[in-house]
């Protein structure tokens, strides 16, 4: 890898003191430091850390109306010998490029995001807080900055990296509600990218399901509202007669990392598993005939989170309660002994 020049300028004192680590939300708390890097004339800068501070703009920047506005999330950990490591970034470093191409934005070479990235991580390495559970949450978001009214891809853009400290993103089992009459991503679309109109569209339908009592949606394909595809920002998967199910990824859905580092460790482990579509006539026929043993959703923020209700036509079903033995629970355990211990055994640790 090549080496890139980056500029540091360190904050006068730093806000650590203030933050409680005891008592942390989710993306509220930031750390002393982002990394900005600017793409124009055709090229990427090699970038500099400044100061967590506002970014200026003027209200004719083109992704406030044009929608060029793409982001990744993942996660630097604390072992318990007291190293910092960081989860597969080069996975979210090309998942993101994935993304610009399908936004017409230019790829950042992985030199650039990935030293950035570490150098930033090396600066704030005090914010990565050590408690099972917790961890350094990594946004990078990647948007146009010209300043132009007219539709057309901007001739300039922003890469911003910026971190915080951070607990799970839901603290209790979820309750889930089918959607059958909005879309979240149609077959041509942009799904399986993280571009931030995909969540922007979400948020209605899901705040409709929040006034019901559920904590998220369980989308369905746009066509028939038949099949189930992702479950608010997380892929979701089932155990139905002890098989682990989880719907394919591609073009109406994301390319989870967590959801492919379970699917791994599943099939390490013997686990049997399965991708494929899964209708939801079929998790409520197995529900009904008590064959479906759990369900959960898979993400970055969410972690593994355990689903125990499902809403579907007016009636909520419920679902068997998680023991230490569902498969959920084995295979966080797994994913904590990775981020919290000394095992690697898939290499998907950065040390920094």
Same mark, same amino acid.
């Given at each position: 890898?090549?080496?890139?020049?980056?500029?540091?300028?360190?904050?006068?004192?730093?806000?650590?003191?203030?933050?409680?680590?005891?008592?942390?939300?989710?993306?509220?708390?930031?750390?002393?430091?982002?990394?900005?890097?600017?793409?124009?004339?055709?090229?990427?800068?090699?970038?500099?850390?400044?100061?967590?501070?506002?970014?200026?703009?003027?209200?004719?920047?083109?992704?406030?109306?044009?929608?060029?506005?793409?982001?990744?999330?993942?996660?630097?950990?604390?072992?318990?010998?007291?190293?910092?490591?960081?989860?597969?970034?080069?996975?979210?470093?090309?998942?993101?490029?994935?993304?610009?191409?399908?936004?017409?934005?230019?790829?950042?070479?992985?030199?650039?995001?990935?030293?950035?990235?570490?150098?930033?991580?090396?600066?704030?390495?005090?914010?990565?807080?050590?408690?099972?559970?917790?961890?350094?949450?990594?946004?990078?978001?990647?948007?146009?900055?010209? #300043?132009?009214? =007219?539709?057309?891809?901007?001739? %300039?853009?922003?890469?911003?990296?910026?971190? $915080?400290?951070?607990? @799970?993103? /839901?603290?209790?089992?979820?309750?889930?509600?089918?959607?059958?009459?909005?879309?979240?991503?149609?077959?041509?679309?942009?799904?399986?990218?993280?571009?931030?109109?995909?969540?922007?569209?979400?948020?209605?339908?899901?705040?409709?399901?929040?006034?019901?009592?559920?904590?998220?949606?369980?989308?369905?394909?746009?066509?028939?509202?038949?099949?189930?595809?992702?479950?608010?920002?997380?892929?979701?998967?089932?155990?139905?007669?002890?098989?682990?199910?989880?719907?394919?990824?591609?073009?109406?859905?994301?390319?989870?990392?967590?959801?492919?580092?379970?699917?791994?460790?599943?099939?390490?482990?013997?686990?049997?598993?399965?991708?494929?579509?899964?209708?939801?006539?079929?998790?409520?026929?197995?529900?009904?005939?008590?064959?479906?043993? #759990?369900?959960? =959703?898979?993400?970055?923020?969410? %972690?593994?989170?355990?689903?125990?209700?499902? $809403?579907?036509?007016? @009636?909520? /079903?419920?679902?068997?309660?998680?023991?230490?033995?569902?498969?959920?629970?084995?295979?966080?355990?797994?994913?904590?002994?990775?981020?919290?211990?000394?095992?690697?055994?898939?290499?998907?640790?950065?040390?920094?």
């Amino acid at each position: 890898m090549l080496k890139a020049s980056i500029d540091i300028k360190k904050i006068a004192a730093s806000r650590l003191h203030g933050v409680d680590f005891s008592n942390l939300s989710f993306g509220k708390v930031y750390s002393d430091h982002m990394f900005i890097a600017e793409y124009k004339n055709h090229k990427w800068n090699s970038g500099q850390i400044v100061p967590y501070d506002k970014i200026q703009f003027t209200p004719a920047l083109s992704a406030l109306h044009y929608g060029q506005a793409i982001f990744e999330g993942f996660k630097a950990y604390r072992n318990n010998k007291g190293d910092v490591r960081i989860f597969r970034p080069s996975d979210n470093h090309r998942r993101l490029n994935k993304s610009a191409v399908r936004m017409a934005m230019p790829e950042i070479p992985e030199e650039i995001f990935l030293q950035g990235l570490t150098r930033l991580i090396d600066l704030d390495r005090d914010w990565v807080p050590s408690a099972t559970g917790t961890s350094l949450y990594i946004r990078p978001v990647m948007f146009g900055t010209e #300043e132009h009214v =007219g539709l057309k891809p901007s001739d %300039t853009y922003v890469l911003a990296i910026i971190t $915080g400290p951070v607990s @799970k993103l /839901y603290s209790v089992p979820l309750k889930v509600l089918v959607e059958t009459e909005y879309t979240r991503a149609g077959q041509g679309g942009v799904g399986y990218a993280k571009a931030a109109g995909n969540y922007g569209r979400s948020l209605f339908p899901a705040k409709l399901a929040q006034e019901k009592g559920y904590h998220q949606l369980l989308w369905t394909d746009a066509q028939y509202h038949r099949y189930i595809e992702e479950s608010g920002s997380m892929n979701v998967a089932f155990v139905i007669d002890n098989v682990l199910v989880t719907p394919p990824a591609g073009i109406t859905i994301l390319e989870g990392i967590t959801r492919d580092s379970i699917l791994t460790i599943a099939k390490d482990m013997g686990i049997k598993s399965e991708v494929r579509k899964i209708a939801i006539d079929e998790v409520i026929d197995a529900l009904s005939e008590n064959r479906l043993q #759990e369900a959960f =959703g898979a993400g970055t923020a969410a %972690t593994v989170a355990p689903i125990v209700t499902i $809403g579907y036509n007016e @009636k909520d /079903y419920a679902l068997p309660a998680s023991t230490e033995n569902s498969i959920s629970n084995i295979i966080s355990k797994e994913l904590d002994k990775i981020w919290y211990g000394e095992e690697d055994k898939f290499g998907w640790m950065w040390k920094v």
